[in-house]
């Protein structure tokens, strides 16, 4: 495992910037999520470091060497493919045993069956090592794919959204798999998602993309609580946050400037009303099972929120809508604190 | 209920019967004309040209002692001089007075076939995967105009550039010679197996070899591990359509190759000349000339079969 290091890294294919004067160092043993919407060049940032594009400026540093150079077999990354992970005509042992088979390795067959048993018990799959990779769930595919790259002892993990095509109970279990496994071997990670629970719960730190730039890099919790512009406060939040002009809710202090206030749940307080002051009505509530979806106008403005499932409140209802400590942002979508 | 391209409808049980009607009655009619060429081989000759064509008739060897002997006619007085015959074919020659004197030049001319056929496809085959490869996966300048000038190569008719190519084999000294053959039908055949293999080439995801590289493979080692066995099924009908190419091609053939490194196709119409129309030698060499392309295709079947059921794994 070795630290990673993107300095001003550029990939232009084209007139379009992929990327764009990146500039992120993934720390010896960290987990990195990067967090952008499709073409905001996750996938193009992960090729760069494994060495699949070649950058058109700036530098990349494994663990102290510059690799900018270098062909992908030389740079000892590891890569989780947003698609088609498997070789289809390999069984699912010589699919994990290929990267070790390498001319790069050369292991000796004892060490190559040992290493691949242990990685396949590691990732639930060794009762099915013997099949064809053809013959396997999407769930099972992944599993492998995920082994695959865990067999080898690389400088860093590059996983792109590998849990994106499975059904909910399989990501969730596959999310916490891979969570343990990264603290057992203390392996460095970069991950993709589009998932926000992914990224919340299994990130050290989490990267904010958008049309090539990072945006802001943090932990979940400051990526959360403190986003530096509005793209950012809207990657996060579900409901998604909601974004009103001043003045439209009753909110202590507004600073100058704010063009833009930006409310998620925690930021709204509802109160039932009498008639006379009520500034908000109820429209309907979604029942989403374990959430209730709040959907509320004011003004003509929609607002979602959560509701709390014992306040009482009914599709219809006047409210008295708050704003408590939201976050405000200029004509330019940057945060002011 | 509606159904899509996609759908798999499994058909009745009488659209099954017909269908397969269909394709037996079309299978049959394409068979007679093989079927009556491996018939006539076995006839005599007189049994050959008879009128009405006799469909049952007593099967002798003789069409393929002639193909593979050569004869002279002798007097009576000496065929009896001799001992016994040597084995069936003496023993058919002498009834129609003659003597065996040598081996006739089927075996070597279809030998010929034999190394011109396969050896071009091997390379045809070779070279066109290499440069399918490339046009799949490099940015080739000029990639289009390039392919299109590949595929141009094949439009003219052979018989339009045969003088050329024999003025200019003869001053390379590669007329009849399997080597100036190979090369000849290899140039003709390449264009074919680089647009075939493309198509192939490019169904494959090139992040197969992507992962291969990753896992510390070189480009080549990656192109052998991982888009070689995938690209098999392409290969194969590759293969199959440039060895038939090569094994039924007549007009150069005739025009550069006379003796050393002639091959079949011109050598079978030369037996009718070998004393009167000695049709059951000439079905009897076409039998055996259709002998390895049938094999061959036979061998193949599982790869050319395999493409239907080989998909892409996505995850
Ligand atoms: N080989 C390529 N040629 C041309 N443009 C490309 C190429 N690869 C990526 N791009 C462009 O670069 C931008 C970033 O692509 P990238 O694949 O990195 O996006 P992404 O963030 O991974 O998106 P997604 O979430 O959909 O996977 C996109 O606009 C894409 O069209
Ligand atoms: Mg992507």
Known sequence: ?????????????????????????????????LLGPTGAGKTTTLRLIAGLEKPDGGRIVIGGEDVSDCAPSERDVAFVFQQYSLYPHLTVFENLAFPLKSPARRMPKDEIAARVN????????????????????????????????LVRDPSIFLMDEPLSSLDAKLRAELRVELKRIQNEIGATLLYVTHDQVEAMTMADRIG???????????????????????????????????LLKPGLLPCESVPGGARTIGARTEHLEIRPSAKNDANARVDWIEHLGDQNHLHISSEGEKIITLADPYA??????????????????????HRIT | MSTTAHSVVSPGRLSKSIAGAVVI??????????AWILLTSFKSPPDSISYPPKVIFEPTAEGYCNLFTTRSRQTDEYIESLGPPQGICDEITRKRNMVIVGESNYWPRFMNSLIIGFG???????????????????????????????LSTRMMPPIAVAIPIYLMYRELGLSDTAMGMILLYTAVNVSLAVWLLKGFIDEIPREYEEAAMIDGYSRMQAFFKVVLPQATTGIAATAIFCLIFAWNEYAFAVLLTSGEAQTAPPFIPTIIGEGGQDWPAVAAGTTIFLVPILVFTILLRKQLLRGITFGAVRK
Request: net charge negative.
């Open chain 1, 1 to 33: 495992m070795a630290e990673v290091r993107l300095e001003s890294v550029t990939r232009r294919f084209g007139d379009a910037v992929a990327v764009d004067h990146v500039d992120l160092v993934i720390a010896d043993g960290e987990f990195v999520v």
């Open chain 1, 118 to 149: 242990k990685v396949a018990a590691m990732v639930r799959i060794d009762h099915k090592l013997a099949n064809r990779s053809t013959a396997l769930s999407g769930g099972e595919m992944q599993r492998v794919a995920i082994g695959r790259a």
């Open chain 1, 208 to 242: 904010i993309l958008a049309e090539g730039k990072l945006l802001q890099i943090g932990t979940p919790r400051e990526i959360y609580t403190d986003p530096v512009n509005l793209h950012v406060a809207a990657r996060l939040g579900h409901p998604h946050i909601n």
């Open chain 1, 312 to 333: 009482g409140i009914n599709p219809g209802d006047a409210i008295s809508l708050s704003l408590k400590n939201p976050l405000f942002f200029d004509e330019n979508g």
């Open chain 2, 25 to 34: 009655i079309y299978a049959l009619v394409t068979m007679i004309p093989l």
């Open chain 2, 120 to 150: 071009s496809t091997v390379l045809a085959v070779f070279l066109g995967t290499l440069a399918a490869y490339g046009f799949s996966r490099f940015r080739v300048p000029l990639a289009d105009d390039l392919l299109f000038f590949i």
